[in-house]
């Protein structure tokens, strides 16, 4: 697991969801300021040329703030699992790389994935979403890590029990050589994740 630096989480670690909503949310609120500001600040000069720059710079403005606005909005109502999921989880690093607060897109559907387990044979994710067609979302994961050269060996549980009793299950990640597929695969897992 990645380690943190200074208060910053990073993809797959605990609590994401929500240090980047605070951090998306708030270069909206810087952007949608500076909008403003430069939009009242027409009003104190008598330039016309002045006046068109500052309405051009807060036209241009709204492009990069609605960038980060969109995926903010998309996101906003999935947060970090409870603390007692991440208590029953923690303690089965053993068994493979654990992701925490992944949200997973593509073209048609938003895959909130509050917990992942990437094992040498297979990966294991909890969605707690009831609107996730589980069917879909695996033949989207697998046919990812399949055109990523990685087993498309994917399964999303929906039911918390059932995960944690599913990868309580796995073998040890130590009795498998290691190829390097464990982090590429949850390479692959941030990379598709917002």
Not at 186 to 192: C, I, N, P, T, W
Request: hydrophobic letters at 40%; glycine letters at 6%; one cysteine or more.
């Amino acid at each position: 697991m990645a380690e943190q630096v200074k208060g910053k989480k990073v993809k797959g670690q605990y609590g994401y969801r929500d240090y980047h909503r605070k951090i998306q949310l708030m270069k909206v609120l810087f952007g949608a300021a500076m909008i403003l500001v430069q939009l009242l600040a027409r009003n104190f000069t008598e330039n016309q040329a002045a006046r068109n720059v500052l309405t051009l710079m807060a036209i241009l403005s709204v492009l990069p703030t609605a960038n980060v606005a969109s995926p903010l909005l998309a996101s906003w109502k999935y947060k970090t699992c409870s603390p007692e999921l991440f208590q029953k989880t923690c303690g089965l690093e053993k068994t493979g790389l654990l992701l925490y607060d992944l949200i997973v897109t593509s073209k048609e559907m938003i895959l909130p994935l509050d917990v992942v387990m990437v094992h040498p044979n297979t990966v294991v994710a909890y969605c707690s979403s009831p609107k996730i067609d589980a069917k879909k979302a695996e033949k989207y994961l697998n046919e990812t890590f399949q055109a990523h050269r990685l087993d498309g060996n994917v399964k999303i549980i929906s039911e918390e029990r059932q995960f944690v009793k599913r990868v309580r299950e796995l073998k040890p990640m130590g009795e498998y050589e290691d190829d390097g597929s464990v982090e590429y695969g949850a390479g692959v897992l941030k990379s598709l994740s917002m």
